[in-house]
């Protein structure tokens, strides 16, 4: 969100349009850089022309900036925790990987790493910078890796979830292949037929002279919007893909309600999809955590991070909260709506029994088991959702042709 601070410095008003999470943060920056002033007021504004339009070009350039190789990335973190498991200095590790790498990004990337923690930096401070490139999991294990002192362990760790992360995604690609290139065959031939077969019938249903089917209408209609403003279509379709990944990556209300209408029942297989990774993943990280022998509380902050449905984030942030305010870690978990009962017991007992990290790994468990039955069973899923597409293609079109024949033939029958 964006603030303006008007502030008194040396008899003058002045001011200033600050980017913060909220007012304090705002007022916070700004005493930073002014401290003598005094704060005069602080209220919520608009963005400045100038940051929407400079936040529209970067959105645009990441279009065509190229991606780090998944792979790749992988690889250099196993190398990274095998050469730390030796004993090697980090700054050693990260300069030899740079060099080592065939990806241009990456090697740029651990160059970078390698000056700033020669200047000082810890690993996860250095690695702020590319949280965007890295992701939420990798400064997670980074922070646990400082937090235990264990590197090795975390960056073996990282790469085992990363590589599951990978190989989940190509069964989900690979799942998802045989039914969206027939979707989009079966809507290019629509649009194909549409645009050949239509308009040669237009001429038919125009002598008629009768109200025509509305599955006529429907074609004649499509018929027209193809030829007359299909480039103009096109072009609005891209630019409400690009303007809903931009509103999703700099509004953090509409990204709140975006997370919260992908998870909630209306998006089928998608909802179940991002809730299990996503459970999947923060009672991993929070599960290792407990296990390496971090507090709850700094365990919970941490896997909270990684977390990148906002709506669930928000639900997560509360844990710890609550806790605070006298509440268990499952009472807390059960305020947040998101755990099944039969967890929340398992939770439980080995709150109860001193062994909280081994309920989670099981918790974890659960989650994994679920998430690869949906992957597994996906394009079973899809079938039917896809047979009914096609069918309600091909009958549009069987009916928006054939109904005023019909008609014209009892017609001329009569």
Known sequence: ???????LEKGKKTDHVIEADNKRFAVAKVKKEHPKAVIVSTEETSAPVEDIFGKITAEFSNFFTPKINEDDKIATIRQI???ADAGIPIHDILDDVAKNTDDKR???????LANDINAGKSMSQAMQQFEDEFGHIVMAMVRLGEQTGNFPEAFYKLSEILENTRDNKTKFKKAMKSPIITLVAMGIAFVILIMLVV?????????????LPLPTVILLKLE???SHFGLYLLAGLFGIIFGIKFMYKTNKDFRRKMDHLLI?????LI?????????????LIFGELVKAGIPVAEALDTAVGMVENAYMREKFETVNANIGRGLSLTESFEQTGLFENMLLQMIKAGEASGQLDAMLLKVTSYYNMKFQEIIENLSSYIEPIMMFFIAGLVLL????????MWDLGKAAKN
Request: overall charge positive; charged content about 15%.
């Open 397 to 404: 079109m069987a009916l928006g042709i054939f109904l005023p």
């Open 271 to 283: 909802n179940k999809i991002i809730y299990l990774s996503t459970m999947y993943t923060y009672t």
């Open 81 to 83: 925790a095998v050469m």
């Open 1 to 7: 969100m964006y603030f303006k601070v008007t502030i």
């Open 106 to 112: 990456l090697s740029e990337i651990y160059h970078s």
């Open 264 to 268: 909630s029942p209306k998006f089928y």
């Open 224 to 226: 027209y919007a193809f």
């Open 199 to 211: 308009p040669k019938f237009r001429a038919i249903f125009e002598e008629l002279h009768t109200e």
